[in-house]
């Protein structure tokens, strides 16, 4: 009774935290690429009359019912890994049904079925990276195990890391984010500097960078929301191995090395004048395309953004993030956001379901680059770095090989316990900037004060 009024209070966190950046709150910073699409409400009325799968009986067609979000992301690849399944096993007799629904819809149904027991769920269900610690510590035993049924090691270790508990892994790693500093080249060349000067920086010499480019262009240096900043932070912090959280779950705020200096870096880039504050999303990405800002720090789905602007096509560049120089475990590589695909303990079609997984997502180089070039998906999967997708120029960025940069990032990504509460986390953060930056505390003090509001929040 108590897990599952528990359950039944995480619903309202759900929709009130990690759903706030659905595309719905002006000022919400996208965890994901697919926060940033807003789905179409004729397909939250499907999935109402979706139930589980029944039990068919021999011989009948059987149907792996999947719930996901985003119709020109996370859709369009998981329709096409049904397309390529059925070409490959055209006597399976199973039939994979894609239910499109917005991410809110997806997390208050699959919170409510799990509450209730178990009634209406899918067969496979897309979750955040970011709140799989949530689901799975809330509903244990809601989700298969499928440590032996994949070889995990052929995937991204931070993003297994992320489905693992326990030692038993959930989920199938899908997306990546794979952190880059995209920046206009020929506004950096106009105050003095090259392309090999932004390679591997620290974030004091970009700063320094900044404050040359800025005075001798009269263009801010770099942009994030004015009202959450934690894209920023959480690229940072991962580019350390730190998160919000230690490896043990518990919350790793106020003295955490890598926030601390997050937020001093934060700081003096606003007060040497380099950060555009942008009022909303598209905020951001409107100041890169009419030039009012040099750089953005974002994962690949970002690109789409910064492609709006047709005139500035060969003027940008990509290069790895700047890391922390003080702090000996920062590197050149982070990621944010990220999401992977669960299959339910209770479907009646659970081996169908893991055969289908197993079919597509594991050994089918083909199908990664599919979804690469038509949904620009940057997989977790390592040997799907190894074929041509990953070596073609990209004359938007001056011929640069943008998708073989993403391919060379992601392995060196540290794994961190994103311990489930994200955005719980994120709101902290967020309060504690925007007091810091009113000069109402020092960065200890915010820190301090993230740290109670995010305990209070959950009841630690």
Known sequence: MKRKMAAMAMTAALVLGTLAGCGKTENAQPETKEEETVADDASGEAAEETETAKEPQSGEEKTITIWAWDDNFNVAVMKEAANVYAQSNPDANVNVDVVSLSKEDVYVKLQTALAGGGSGLPDIVLLEDYVSGKYLNTFPGSFADLTEKFDFSQFLSFKVDAVTQDGKTYAVPFDTGATALYYRLDLVEQAGYTEEDMQDLTWDEFIEIGKTVTEKTGVQMIVEIANNKTTLVRAMMQSCGLWYFDKDGN??????????????????????????????????????????????????????????????????????????????????????????????????????????????????????????????????????????????????????????????????????????????????????????????????????????????????
């Open 251 to 460: 919350i790793n705020i106020k003295d955490n090395e890598a926030l601390k200096s997050a937020f001093d870096i934060i700081v003096r880039m606003k007060e040497a004048g380099i950060l555009y504050e942008a009022e909303s999303t598209e905020g951001r990405a409107g100041a890169l395309n009419n030039g009012t800002v040099v750089s953005v720090v974002n994962a690949p789905w970002f690109i789409s953004s910064i492609r709006q602007a047709e005139d500035q096509s060969g003027l940008w560049r990509a290069a790895r993030i700047p890391r922390i120089a003080e702090l000996d475990s920062s590197i050149n590589a982070s990621n944010v956001g990220g999401s992977s695909w669960y299959v339910l303990e209770k479907s009646e079609v659970k081996d169908e379901a893991i055969a289908f997984l197993q079919g597509v997502w594991e050994g089918n180089t083909d199908f990664y680059d599919t979804i690469m070039l038509n949904q620009g998906a940057m997989g977790s999967y390592i040997p799907g770095y190894d074929t041509g997708v990953y070596d073609e120029e990209d004359e938007f960025f001056g011929g640069q090989k943008l998708n073989g940069l993403f391919a060379e990032i992601l392995p060196d990504v540290i794994p961190v316990n994103f311990g489930g509460y994200v955005a719980e986390a994120n709101d902290a953060i967020t309060t504690a900037l925007a007091n810091l930056f009113e000069g109402k505390v020092t960065i200890d003090e915010a820190l301090e004060q993230a740290e109670a509001q995010l305990a209070n929040q959950l009841g630690r």
